[in-house]
Structure formats: C-alpha cells, structure tokens
C-alpha cells in the first residue's frame, strides 16, 4: 500500500481534533480530501499511511490513485460529493520565486498572457549560486520548515482574485520562501494555480504542500514545465490558464 501510488481517502483534510476519537474523518465541510501512503515519485517521509496529503477531488496526479473497496457487512448512511471548484473575483496576480531561470522565464510567459507584471519573491539571504550547495541549502530549510525572510511584498493583496504560484521543485515540494509568502497574506476565497519547473519530478508533493499552507483557499490544477520548457511552453500555458 505504500510507495507505488498515493491512495484517496474519503477524509476531508483539516486540523485534527484534539479529543480522543476512533476512526475520525476530518471536518465536515472543505475542498481538499486526503491522500495516504506516499507514491512511486515522493521521498521516503511520505511513504506512510500517516503523512497525510492533500489535493482537491478535481485534481489530479501521477502518483495519485485508489483503491476500489467494498464493506465485509452492509454498511448504512450517506456520502458526500465533491465541492464545486470556484471561480474567484478580482484581478489576477503572478508571483514566483526562481533560483535557475527557469521558473522566471516561465512566470513571464503566464504574466504576459494574463496581461499583467509578474512578482519575484527575493529573499534576504539569497540561496547559494552554487547548484549541490543550494541542494544541500534547499534541503536544510526542508527539514527545519524554515521561513525565510523575503524582500518582496504584495500591497492590497485583497484586489488578487486568482493568484498564480511559480516555483522550482526542489525535492518533490515547494522551496520555503513559497511557504514564507502563503503565510503572509490571507488566502481565504482566492483561488491559487500553482506552476513549477522540474528535472523530471514534475508537481511533487508541492501542490499538497500549498493546499495546507493556505486551507481557505481554492487550489486549482497546477502545471509542471520540463525545466524551462520548449518551444511548446507557451501553448502549455495557455491551454493551463483557460483550462
């Protein structure tokens, strides 16, 4: 059950209770159900039925899957469906954080289309400009759930409808000054479209980790790019923002 693919839960994902419960199953309302169990493409943390993972009931993911099951006894009550996905208003915003290039030359890419500028996020301490270093850095401030401080900031977050999230995959998940932005600001009813460049691991676990930083918002199906795409990237682009 562990490591080949990711399996659906019927849990919604949320802050667990703190009282004593057996079988419990997560809040009763919310967009984002739970996955357990770890995939073919995620480190060793995640192969585990307790880590638990998140995406919403319409995205969807390689290494995501489940397992049709059926009760030893007749079971009685009732299910619930899925949320519809939303449609946020205001403007659209596009921020990123790049360390290559590549997410940058990305990030252009859906900012010209949108029509609007597209936002890097700057740390303080910029990572190291030497590639294992910044692997060893990257992983470092994993572990720690570090938060580095940023040198960007958004003003009137609150006219952003629909915030468009770049980032490099840095081992399977988001690198944390993605995490110091999500936690700046208030999410709740914005919709996030998260896109990333990749070696090869495509969205990782990144978009499981967005979904639990900002849990009051919508977290849309994300777009991964081969490093900095092809000549195809802006098409890529374009089917992902109208889709």
Not at 36 to 60: C, E
Request: aromatic share 10%.
């Amino acid at each position: 059950m562990h490591g080949n693919v990711a399996e659906w839960v019927w849990d919604r994902y949320g802050a667990y209770d703190t009282a004593a419960a057996q079988d419990p199953t997560g809040p009763d309302t919310g967009d984002l159900r739970v996955n357990r169990g770890g995939g073919w493409n995620d480190f060793a943390k995640n192969l585990r039925s307790a880590y638990r993972a998140s995406l919403t009931p319409t995205s969807s993911s390689p290494s995501v899957g489940f397992r049709v099951a059926r009760n030893a006894v007749a079971h009685e009550g009732t299910v619930g469906g899925a949320a519809a996905a939303q449609t946020a208003g205001g403007e659209p915003l596009v921020v990123y954080f790049s360390w290559s290039g590549n997410t940058r030359k990305i990030a252009q890419e859906v900012a010209s289309q949108l029509g609007v500028e597209a936002v890097e996020l700057v740390c303080e301490q910029p990572y190291s400009s030497d590639y294992n270093t910044c692997l060893d850095e990257a992983q470092r401030d994993q572990n720690q759930q570090a938060r580095p401080k940023l040198t960007t900031r958004i003003d009137d977050m609150d006219r952003y409808g629909t915030v468009y999230v770049g980032y490099p995959n840095w081992w399977a998940s988001i690198p944390m000054p993605i995490a110091t932005f999500l936690e700046s600001y208030d999410f709740s009813g914005k919709e996030i479209r998260p896109f990333c460049s990749n070696g090869g691991g495509g969205l990782g676990q990144s978009v499981s980790a967005i979904s639990k930083l900002a849990p009051n918002a919508h977290v849309g199906q994300g777009l991964s790019i081969y490093y900095s795409g092809g000549a195809d990237m802006p098409q890529q682009v374009s089917e992902w923002i109208a889709g």
